[in-house]
């Protein structure tokens, strides 16, 4: 979906890397983890408070991102009116739409959502 948007965008993906990290719930070695699987950096950015802290705390420098209009443009926003069959696909950029769609992504997230709990 990065890719996706970004391509839709018109950014040169020669500049880009996309590096999926998997949590692994360890805060203690995170950054650390983190810098292994990434070409090297010197700033951290991110909104995430306990992120900031980690990247601080291993002596990085940090910077926050400037998020626009935050309250429409929110994944879990998204992801509740999906459940909802509201209107996402305005949301988001029409590449990714398109893909959501061809991979069946809101049944799937209904899906997924569902609990186990019997009621």
């Not at 983890?33 to 980690?54: D, E, G, Q, T, W």
């Not at 910077?63 to 429409?72: A, N, Q, T």
């Not at 996402?88 to 739409?97: D, N, T």
């Amino acid at each position: 979906m990065l890719r996706l948007a970004l391509l839709e965008h018109n950014i040169d993906l020669c500049r880009v890397y996309i590096v999926p990290i998997p949590d692994i719930e360890m805060n203690h070695v995170w950054v650390r983890y983190v810098s292994m699987l990434v070409p090297p950096f010197h700033i951290a950015y991110s909104n995430n408070p306990l992120v900031i802290r980690l990247f601080k705390e291993a002596g990085y420098e940090t910077k926050r991102i400037p998020l626009y209009d935050r309250s429409k443009f929110s994944g879990k926003r998204i992801r509740e009116l999906m459940l909802t069959n509201g209107p996402w696909e305005e949301l988001v950029p029409k590449s990714v739409a398109s893909l959501i769609k061809e991979i069946d992504g809101v049944e799937r997230l209904k899906e997924i959502a569902q609990t186990d709990e019997v009621v």
